[in-house]
Each structure stands twice: as C-alpha cells, then as structure tokens.
C-alpha cells in the first residue's frame, strides 16, 4: 500500500526461549546457593579451601546472575532470541504512513491495535484481501 512504511515485525519469546532462559535463571541461583553453603560449611569446620572456594563459587555466580537478569530485561533480547531461533512472530507490524496514503483504505485492511509517537501498531484483518508482507 502506498504511503505505508513498514518499520518492524513485533515479535515474542517463544515458549521454548522462554523455558530456556529460566532454566538458566534457576541454574545459577542454585550454583549461588550451593557457593554460599559451601562458604557457610567452610567456615564452621574451619577449612579454609571450602570457604574460599565457596566464596568464589558465590561471587562468581551472582554476578553472573545479575548479568543475566539486566540480559533479559534488555530491549534487544528479541533480536538475540530471534537470531538463535527463540522468538516467533505476533503478526503484528509497526508502521508509520506518509501524507499519501488513504486512511480510510488502511482502516480497511489493516486493525490498528496502538499509535504511539507516530508509530502504528496494526494487524492484517482477517477479511483482508492482501494476505502478504506490509511492506
């Protein structure tokens, strides 16, 4: 459609990104645990290779999981799921359009789900007859 200029596909984790990523969540906090109970025991029997080694087992794993919790609240984690095959699509494009295009045309084939600064957020509708890419 004329005066139609397509920016981007909305995507979201897919089901499998999103077990992926919190069994990597619960693997690290167990690991941080399992370094602290390590120190913790350590220092109680007085071994100082347990203690050290748990602490560095903790240090090392919290940060870690610090890391990737900033990871995944990061905007770009879309683009990394997608490129790893973790994401799927919505069906959902954003678009922004010229002074050229017809509104009551694109009211017609397209269901504007949100605008916001310019931008749409719209779906093919289901009686559309154009059933290929917006762009």
Known sequence: MNG?????????????????FGAIMVVLTVITFVGFKLCVNGYRD?????KV????IT????????SFCVFISSENLISYADSFGLAESTGKYEVTVTA?????????????LDYENGVYT????????????IY
């Open 46 to 50: 007085f071994r100082d290779g347990m």
């Open 100 to 112: 050229e295009v017809d509104m009551g045309e694109f009211q017609e084939r397209y269901e504007i």
């Open 122 to 133: 719209i779906k093919l509708k289901e009686n559309s007859y154009e059933r290929s890419y």
């Open 59 to 66: 240090v090392v794993s919290f940060v870690l999981l610090c």
């Open 53 to 56: 080694t748990g602490a560095v």
């Open 4 to 20: 139609v200029i397509f920016i981007k596909e909305v995507m979201n984790i897919s089901i499998l990104g999103n077990i992926l």
